[in-house]
């Protein structure tokens, strides 16, 4: 009777430490679902306020630029629709092609300036522009980091057992990556 308790208690506890190693992993992998969580989300906000830093200053680059071209008020309309699409855009999907238009249309704001050595030499036009390119390399810095953070939680989220987790917990893969866009993968051509 003896040895027949001891080998219950022996299964009981061996049972237990492996419902407690369950548990333990399933509260360790939640726990860092949320910190990676948390991380794309903080990545995404820092990617939001560059965004709009460089919304809020296109409207001064525009107005400089219309002082010297008065004839090219399509191009100025579209960086203007492009511009509210972003401001308007919810999520980063959303934004993400939003963003993807107003560097269209803002490109060819920057093409237009080439026809006008004039405003090259505008002082306004200049710091402008100076504080724009500023503004890309954060908006460059804050997509790679974004990038970084939503690749790190696909991985760990990926991972097993932590899939497991992530489905119980309703924790889905994130898509949202930042891509190059296919007009930049097109080797420009140089003339002399």
């Known amino acids: 009777m003896r040895r027949g308790t001891m080998v219950l208690l022996a299964v009981v506890g061996v049972i237990l430490l492996a419902v407690l190693f369950v548990f333990g992993s399933f509260k360790s992998a939640q726990n860092q679902l949320v910190q990676k ?3 794309v989300k903080s990545a995404w906000s820092q990617v939001d306020v560059d965004l709009q830093r460089r919304a809020d200053l296109i ?3 525009v107005e400089t630029v219309k002082g010297f071209t008065k004839e090219e008020s399509t191009v100025f309309g579209d960086i203007a629709n492009a511009r509210a699409g972003l401001l308007n855009a919810h999520g ?7 963003n993807g238009t107003l560097d269209s249309a803002f490109g060819r ?13 505008n002082e306004q036009f200049m710091r402008l522009q ?3 390119s ?3 390399n954060r908006i460059s810095v804050s997509r790679r980091r974004y990038n970084e953070a939503i690749q790190d939680y696909n991985t760990f989220m990926r991972m097993f057992p932590n899939s497991i987790w992530a489905g119980i917990l309703g924790f889905h893969e994130n898509t949202a990556y930042f891509q190059a866009s296919a007009s930049s993968r097109t080797v420009p051509a140089v003339k002399f």
Request: proline residues 9%.
């Open 109 to 121: 704001l920057l093409a237009l300036t080439e026809n006008y050595p004039q405003l090259k030499s």
């Open 134 to 136: 500023g503004t890309e």
């Open 37 to 39: 969580d948390e991380g």
């Open 130 to 132: 100076d504080e724009l």
């Open 59 to 61: 409207p001064n680059l």
């Open 92 to 98: 980063p999907e959303a934004k993400i092609a939003a």
